[in-house]
């Protein structure tokens, strides 16, 4: 089906690390986002990728569309305190499937 | 602040009680969401609303109804839950182009259940 493979399920890095998380599906899609959801608040949309191969930036925060459509990654550069959080891709064909999320650990 | 409200933040209730949680969202979309949230597992969907329609229901149990008044307000009437109900419940809004949305899903804080 078009369950989503995100990994890995956390992650603890130290503060100035740059973080790379992915996900996989074995169905494509024709949209994928990348949300964070700080502790207690709900996600938020963090970057958008609408063609295959697209390749986004949000300030540290960059995105690509997998060419094949199954998968897409995001990294972050420079890692804060403040990034700390869960990173959920979602993919979209008819409707949005989401990962089961990125434990973001750093320390300062 | 995202544009979409929720209330009640935390609701506490017992199997036998009858309660709503509310959603708001002041953003001029069309289209609604309820979704469920548990630990360490992937936002589940349960209900989507397109101009008030009901358009998906993901096998969703009974005892939880959703009901839609205008675009603006989703609310979930909540009866007979059991404890594995506990989760965050996430409204969420997008817009809708030619009947489908476009992706951006627009979240509110969520509402924290706990049925004991």
């Known amino acids: 089906g078009q369950q989503l493979n995100q990994s890995p399920q956390s992650m603890f890095i130290q503060e100035g690390e740059d973080v790379s998380m992915n996900c996989t599906s074995s169905s494509i899609f024709n949209t994928w986002l990348w949300y964070k959801q700080d502790p207690g608040e709900g996600p938020v949309l963090l970057i958008a990728?609408?063609?295959?191969?697209e390749l986004t930036s949000n300030g540290r925060l960059t995105a690509q569309f997998g060419i094949t459509r199954k998968d897409s990654f995001l990294n972050i550069s420079a890692s804060i305190p403040s990034d700390v959080g869960i990173y959920f891709c979602a993919g979209q064909l008819n409707d949005m499937r989401f990962g089961a999320g990125t434990r973001l650990t750093v320390k300062p | 602040e995202t544009g979409v409200t929720q209330t009640p933040r935390h609701l506490v209730m017992g199997m036998t009680n009858k309660k709503s949680l509310k959603c708001e969202q002041h953003l001029g979309h069309n289209a609604m969401y309820w979704y469920k949230q548990s630990a360490k597992k992937p936002l589940e969907l349960m209900f989507v609303y397109n101009f008030k329609e009901q358009t998906e229901n993901n096998s969703v149990p009974s005892r939880f109804s959703p009901e839609c008044p205008n675009s603006s307000h989703l609310f979930l009437h909540l009866h007979t839950l059991q404890p594995e109900d506990s989760a965050l419940y996430l409204c969420a809004s997008s817009k809708t182009s030619g009947g489908a949305n476009t992706g951006e899903l627009f979240f509110g804080e969520g509402s924290r259940l706990t049925v004991l």
């Open positions: 990728l609408y063609k295959a191969g």
